[in-house]
């Protein structure tokens, strides 16, 4: 497999024009600010009388409405939630592409199912960061950058993947190393990382461990300690060096625990629950749900978060961070 770096990269493909940045949340301002610092001409596309607008200009950027921005731009970086992206496309950005444009999203979602089809006439490409975008941005200021992954849905040019590798260095990602991809690949493992593993998976391990010990008359704090507040321990493990930092760095009765008791709770019945998810995802059924959940204004999504944010590890959890000093809002702020 090869690993894009900063030699692989020919910024002009994209530095040579206005780039649009549409939307400025945290992978949009992430973006924008680092392109504007590797000298591209950058415009932001938003709504004027938001408060996104206000930030943008605060932060010295050009302000535009989405259909402007994208009207002025030659590549168009649409950093929006996915939900969006066929409103704005259709309705902002659609009309004003002329051959040769490029389109760029962050996530494959709405490109690999079908809700932004775009012209044959323009590139469509994918430049995802593999981190959040404060950490992009902070990496580029030092010199260093965050992984990227890259893909090519679409290419009208014949400079789209140059393109694609342009934006990634630009906002930092060859510095760290930039990986190609497609669109179906990074939609469908992104998709199912999130709900198996990092997020679905991981906090019903979370509430099933904590609700086996109180079940089983151990005390709610306990349980919230040793099941959620030290999970952080193990993760950060994990981060900086995979399966052999977190063994050298545990007891020999948590390791030994680990490879005996792991096996027995994420089982070959797991693993079938998660090649159903998979396959949800795969077939397109989550994206179906998902979109029509959307569409009937997330009835089911609004019951399902309240439920989770009402379970009794949160009030527990909410009274034991009271008083961990280190969380509390500017503990961690350094002097001038």
């Known amino acids: 497999m090869k690993i894009y770096t900063q030699e692989d990269a020919n910024p002009e493909a994209v530095r040579a024009a206005p780039v649009a940045v549409i939307g400025y949340g945290s992978q949009g301002r992430a973006h924008a600010r680092n392109l504007k610092s590797s000298g591209c001409e950058v415009i932001v596309g938003l709504r004027p009388d938001g408060e ?61 199912y079908g809700r932004v089809r775009a012209p044959k006439n323009v590139d469509v490409i994918m430049v995802a960061p593999k981190g959040p975008g404060d950490l992009v941005r902070r990496e580029y200021e030092k ?5 990227c992954l890259f893909a090519v849905h679409q290419d009208a040019t014949g400079k789209a993947k140059d393109r694609a590798l342009a934006y990634a260095h630009l906002i930092g990602g060859t510095a760290a190393g930039a990986i190609e991809t497609t669109f179906r690949e990074e939609t469908e493992t992104d998709l199912f990382g999130e709900q198996a593993v990092l997020c679905g998976g991981a906090t019903e391990l979370v509430l099933a ?21 030290e999970l952080k321990l193990i993760v950060d493990l994990l981060y900086e060096g995979g399966l052999a930092k977190m063994h050298e760095f545990v007891s020999e009765t948590a390791k030994y625990g680990d490879l005996i008791s792991g096996p027995r709770v994420v089982n070959e019945e797991t693993r079938a629950r998660m090649r ?3 396959k949800d995802i795969q077939t397109g059924a989550f994206a179906r749900d998902w979109i029509l959940e959307n569409q009937a204004g997330k009835p089911r999504y609004a019951k399902l978060l309240e439920a989770d944010l009402n379970h009794p590890i949160e009030e527990t959890g909410r009274k034991l961070r009271e008083r961990m000093a280190w969380l509390q809002p500017g503990a961690n702020a350094t002097a001038e």
């Open 276 to 278: 159903d998810v998979l």
């Open 52 to 112: 996104s607008a206000k930030r943008a200009a605060d932060d010295g950027f050009e302000v535009a409405s989405v259909r402007e921005a994208a009207r002025a731009a030659r590549l168009i970086a649409i950093l929006t939630p996915d939900m969006t992206h066929e409103k704005i496309f259709e309705e902002e950005i659609a009309p004003g592409l002329d051959q040769g444009d490029a389109l760029l999203f962050a996530h494959g979602f709405t490109v690999h």
């Open 143 to 147: 010199g260093r950058g965050v992984p």
């Open 209 to 229: 461990g904590f609700e086996t010990l109180v079940e089983a008359g151990y005390r709610p704090e306990i349980a919230y300690y040793e099941c959620m507040h």
